[in-house]
């Protein structure tokens, strides 16, 4: 069965009530043994131990400098660890966890007969609940009901993962008979949410913080040490680190991640950071998920360079920065 897929690239105020969106751009990497916990919780920024059946982590697998490979949501199915994330970035994080995986008693790789979907809307618990005698929620935002995996997300924005075997995941998907997005919408969902997006490009550019990993409960301060621990621990109780995430929003001609950002200062204009991730809705309306000065100016004018008529918009993220 092939689904059929919806083209369009709307804004976030152009989006149907409730609507399917496939992650083909997403995957796994699978993690299992009698160690699989051991050895993970030595490699990322999440405390891995704390980790139940029912439980969802975000964090970030950085190397030994603190730079980050992949940002990713962690959680069990089927007795496995799976880290969540783009395809973009998965290859890197994953030679990595193999390349001191041979130490341990785990078995790494990516998943490979997996399909990844994700409901969104209003009434999406709703929905759910049609089909499945369970459905998972903020306390229990892991649930396995058979062979499907359902997956809860907290925001502001109705989200939910299924995941199943690649020929039943789009059979469940197909008797909702609700309209299936590209995989771009997701990045939409993404930046609006203030989860980092990284492309292939800005694999070990940028320490978890610069990230908003923090913001997202994405780093444990307190489980110990992990590849990376020490410049992490220092980014955030030495004040070191002076970057974050921000998002940006505009209408604008196409413009692609290898763009500059420009900040004015004075009668000049200079580069102002790096883009992450860009969603181009079809109506012209850009969201942008950039790299900036954590303590930039509220006031601060920014823009693309080579579309200097056009100033961005510092849009409000889901989260604090503060720290607490």
């Known amino acids: 069965m092939t689904l059929p897929i919806e083209q369009s690239l709307p804004s976030l105020e152009q989006l149907p009530e409730n609507y399917f969106i496939e992650l083909s751009h997403f995957s796994a990497i699978s993690l299992h043994g009698e160690e699989q916990s051991k050895y993970l919780q030595g490699q990322v920024t999440c405390d891995v131990n704390s980790l139940a059946q029912d439980k969802l982590l975000y964090g970030a697998h950085?190397?030994?400098?603190?730079?980050?490979?992949?940002?990713?949501?962690?959680?069990?199915?089927?007795?496995?660890?799976?880290?969540?994330?783009?395809?973009?970035?998965?290859?890197?994080?994953?030679?990595?966890?193999?390349?001191?995986?041979?130490?341990?008693?785990?078995?790494?790789?990516?998943?490979?007969?997996?399909?990844?979907?994700?409901?969104?809307?209003?009434?999406?618990?709703?929905?759910?609940?049609?089909?499945?005698?369970?459905?998972?929620?903020?306390?229990?935002?892991?649930?396995?009901?058979?062979?499907?995996?359902?997956?809860?997300?907290?925001?502001?924005?109705?989200?939910?993962?299924?995941?199943?075997?690649?020929?039943?995941?789009?059979?469940?998907?197909?008797?909702?008979?609700l309209p299936?997005?590209?995989?771009?919408?997701w990045d939409l969902l993404e930046i609006?949410?203030?989860?980092?997006?990284?492309?292939?490009?800005?694999?070990?550019?940028?320490?978890p913080q610069m990230l908003n990993m923090q913001a997202i409960n994405g780093i444990s301060f307190t489980k110990g040490c992990y590849l990376g621990q020490e410049t992490v621990a220092r980014m955030q109780y030495l004040g070191k680190n002076k970057k974050a995430l921000?998002?940006?929003?505009?209408?604008?001609?196409?413009?692609?991640?290898?763009?500059?950002?420009?900040?004015?200062?004075g009668e000049n204009w200079r580069k102002a950071g790096d883009l992450t991730n860009v969603y181009q809705a079809d109506n012209r309306k850009i969201y942008i998920q950039a790299i900036l000065a954590s303590d930039l100016e509220e006031n601060i004018n920014l823009r693309i360079k080579g579309q200097e008529s056009t100033l961005l918009n510092i849009d409000a993220l889901p989260y604090s920065l503060e720290i607490e």
């Open 62 to 177: 950085c190397n030994a400098k603190g730079k980050v490979f992949s940002c990713f949501r962690l959680f069990d199915r089927n007795d496995e660890h799976l880290l969540f994330q783009p395809k973009s970035t998965l290859n890197a994080s994953l030679t990595e966890l193999k390349k001191f995986g041979v130490f341990a008693k785990v078995e790494i790789e990516q998943t490979e007969n997996l399909g990844f979907y994700a409901l969104v809307g209003k009434s999406a618990a709703e929905l759910l609940r049609k089909k499945f005698q369970q459905v998972p929620d903020s306390l229990s935002p892991v649930i396995q009901v058979d062979n499907t995996t359902l997956i809860y997300l907290a925001g502001s924005i109705e989200r939910y993962i299924l995941i199943d075997d690649n020929s039943a995941i789009e059979q469940i998907v197909s008797s909702f008979s």
């Open 180 to 185: 299936v997005f590209s995989a771009k919408v």
């Open 192 to 207: 609006s949410q203030g989860i980092p997006l990284l492309s292939d490009n800005g694999v070990e550019q940028y320490v």
């Open 246 to 265: 921000f998002l940006l929003t505009a209408e604008l001609d196409p413009i692609s991640i290898d763009d500059v950002i420009e900040k004015q200062l």
